[in-house]
């Protein structure tokens, strides 16, 4: 069983950037790919971004690459995802996932092969 906490969450201005945290517990996260997605209000959960185990490979939403950078600390048990100029679209409860399969662009596709989610954390950007 993993455990997962995100953290980082908050409100910002268009622009604007945040980092988000995901802190894993009860089990070491280098036997999974991670993942984050994200659900506004209204919309159905969206993949943002994915990170093989050893983080030799990502995988981002088209709408996202070149602002977030998805990474991962194994050491620390821990995933980041770094967004920058964010806008009001990327408004969302951002969600972060593990799951024992190896591909983030199988998770894009297939969020259910995902085994451990954490609870979230709210991104509001305003402008």
């Known amino acids: 069983q993993v455990q997962l906490v995100e953290s980082g969450g908050g409100l910002v201005q268009t622009g604007g950037s945040l980092r988000l945290s995901c802190s894993a517990s009860?089990?070491?996260?280098?036997?999974?790919?991670m993942g984050w997605f994200r659900q506004a209000p209204g919309k159905e959960r969206e993949f943002v971004a994915g990170i093989t185990r050893g983080g030799g490979r990502t995988h981002y939403v088209d709408s996202v690459k070149g602002r977030f950078t998805i990474s991962r600390d194994n050491a620390k048990n821990t995933v980041y995802l770094q967004m920058n100029s964010l806008n009001d679209e990327d408004t969302a409860v951002y969600y972060c996932?593990?799951?024992?399969?190896?591909?983030?662009?199988?998770?894009?596709?297939?969020?259910?092969?995902?085994?451990?989610w954490g609870q979230g954390t709210q991104v509001t950007v305003s402008s």
């Open positions: 996932a593990a799951a024992t399969a190896n591909s983030p662009w199988a998770l894009a596709t297939s969020p259910n092969l995902c085994n451990f």
């Open positions: 009860g089990r070491t996260i280098s036997s999974y790919a």
